[in-house]
């Protein structure tokens, strides 16, 4: 099964940008649909977007269209997900997720089975 380990959080102030990275092992990532996913403390799992295993095609959520972006780079096996013009209520954690079934854009958590260990974000004033 596929492993999934993230990077790149920390702390930024409000208007800041980052980018999360996700490194895929152990399945051919050709055959992985992705996915972002977001969880405040002791809150359950937001969708932020998906990208199909064999298009270009993303799905993001209208709480971040056009602030945040999803992409990947196969040779790199590696998934990312780009957060501009960040504010504080963006703080959380992010998990990158996958799945070896088409999922189109559905981001329900429960959909996806493999997951990373999540990665800290937090946007001060």
């Known amino acids: 099964q596929p492993q999934l380990v993230e990077s790149g959080g920390g702390v930024v102030h409000s208007g800041g940008s980052l980018r999360l990275s996700c490194v895929i092992s152990?399945?051919?990532?050709?055959?992985?649909?992705i996915a972002w996913f977001y969880r405040a403390p002791d809150k359950e799992y937001k969708g932020i977007a998906a990208m199909g295993a064999f298009s270009d095609e993303t799905y993001t959520s209208d709480s971040v269209l056009g602030r945040f972006f999803i992409s990947r780079d196969k040779k790199k096996r590696t998934m990312y997900l780009q957060m501009n013009s960040l504010k504080p209520d963006d703080s959380g954690a992010y998990y990158c997720?996958?799945?070896?079934?088409?999922?189109?854009?559905?981001?329900?958590?429960?959909?996806?089975?493999?997951w990373g260990q999540g990665t800290q974000v937090t946007v001060s004033t």
């Open positions: 997720a996958a799945d070896d079934r088409n999922l189109g854009g559905n981001l329900q958590s429960s959909e996806y089975q493999f």
């Open positions: 152990g399945f051919p990532m050709d055959y992985l649909h």
